[in-house]
C-alpha cells in the first residue's frame, strides 16, 4: 500500500457519534484544498460516517484502514 | 420567503421533529446529535419542536433534563443542545404548543425562532427529508 502522507491529524480517540465528524467537518475546513487529513477514531460507527460524510460533503475518503485497533481515516479536501 | 436559507441545489435540506421533553428524557438527545452530524456534513439543518418538543428548548431544562445511562453517568441536555446549535442547527417552535406549556417566546433559550403550521408545511414539502421523533 502506498504511504499517504497527512498534513495534519486529529486523534478522534474515545469520542462518540457524533464528535468525530463533527470534529473532520472543523478540521478540514480549516485546511487548504488539496491536503490531507489524518483521522483516527476509535467509535466503531466511524468507518461507515466517514464514508458516508466524504460521500456527502465532496471530500475524498483516500483510505479507510484499521491500525493498533483504532479506525485511520485519510481525507482530502477537496472544495 | 421560506424559512429555509439555502438555494443552492447541492445543499441538502433536513427538518428533524421532536415532539418529546422531559417526560421522556431517553428520547430528547437523539434529534440534536443526528442533527449535529447533519449539519456536520454541510446540510442545512433545522429541528422543529411541537407537542411537548418545547420542553426541550425551555430556559434551564438543558441543565434539568439528564440523558439516562445504564449504570449511571448520564448527560445533561445542554451537551447535546450546545453542540447542534454551535454548527449551525437552527431551533424552531409554533405558539401553539408554547401555549400548551404556558410558555412565551422569553421561556425559550437564545436563539429560538418562531414558525406557524403554514411554514412548518412549506419548510416539509421542500425538505430532502423529514425525520420525526
Redesign the interface.
Known amino acids: 500500500m502506498d504511504v499517504i502522507k497527512e498534513d495534519q491529524v486529529l486523534d478522534c480517540s474515545g469520542m462518540l457519534c457524533p464528535i468525530p465528524v463533527v470534529k473532520t467537518s472543523k478540521a478540514i475546513k480549516a485546511m487548504e484544498i488539496g491536503q490531507v487529513l489524518k483521522m483516527i477514531a476509535t467509535d466503531p460507527g466511524a468507518p461507515p460516517d466517514m464514508e458516508a460524510w466524504s460521500r456527502q460533503t465532496g471530500n475524498e475518503l483516500l483510505r479507510s484502514m484499521q491500525e493498533d485497533g483504532k479506525f485511520v481515516f485519510y481525507i482530502k479536501r477537496m472544495k | 420567503m421560506s424559512v429555509w436559507k439555502t438555494n443552492e441545489p447541492?445543499v441538502?435540506k433536513i427538518l428533524y421533529v421532536q415532539t418529546h421533553g422531559e417526560n421522556d428524557p431517553e428520547r430528547t438527545a437523539t434529534p440534536f446529535?443526528?442533527a449535529?452530524?447533519g449539519a456536520?456534513?454541510?446540510?442545512e439543518v433545522c429541528i422543529y419542536f411541537t407537542m411537548n418538543g418545547p420542553q426541550c428548548v425551555a430556559k434551564d431544562n438543558g441543565e434539568r433534563i439528564i440523558i439516562p445511562r445504564k449504570g449511571g453517568g448520564g448527560k445533561e441536555l445542554k451537551f447535546f443542545i450546545e453542540?447542534a446549535r454551535e454548527?449551525g442547527v437552527r431551533f424552531l417552535v409554533c405558539q401553539p404548543s408554547l401555549d400548551l406549556h404556558g410558555y412565551t417566546m422569553d421561556d425559550m433559550i437564545e436563539g429560538v425562532e418562531m414558525i406557524g403550521g403554514a411554514a412548518f408545511n412549506d419548510m416539509a414539502c421542500d425538505a430532502d427529508a423529514v425525520i420525526g421523533f
Open positions: 447541492d441538502k446529535f443526528l449535529t452530524a456536520a456534513m454541510d446540510n453542540q454548527i
